[in-house]
């Protein structure tokens, strides 16, 4: 596997939330730079080294409502 992509969305709670597409990582974090360096961490976690991505996306996810 090259790349694995995160969807990253505000938390409601604040901070961010990231849920890696297809497969089963899920992690938190308070700002930008706690979030890299969690994603990295479970990623790290869930691969062996040698199937592990050599790139992470992160695509930032927002609503934004506006008047009609």
Same mark, same amino acid.
């Given at each position: 596997?090259?790349? &694995? *992509?995160? %969807? $990253?969305? @505000?938390? +409601?709670? @604040? @901070?961010?939330?990231?849920?890696? $597409? @297809? #497969?089963? &990582? /899920?992690?938190? !974090?308070?700002?930008? #730079?706690? %979030?890299?360096? =969690?994603?990295?961490?479970a990623v790290r976690c869930h /691969?062996?080294?040698? !199937?592990? +991505?050599? %790139? *992470? =996306?992160?695509? /930032?996810?927002?609503? #934004?409502? &506006?008047?009609a």
């Amino acid at each position: 596997m090259s790349e &694995i *992509i995160f %969807l $990253v969305e @505000g938390a +409601p709670e @604040g @901070g961010f939330s990231a849920r890696a $597409v @297809g #497969e089963s &990582i /899920f992690t938190q !974090a308070a700002s930008t #730079e706690e %979030l890299h360096a =969690r994603v990295r961490d479970a990623v790290r976690c869930h /691969f062996e080294d040698d !199937a592990a +991505p050599k %790139l *992470i =996306r992160q695509h /930032f996810v927002r609503d #934004e409502v &506006i008047a009609a």
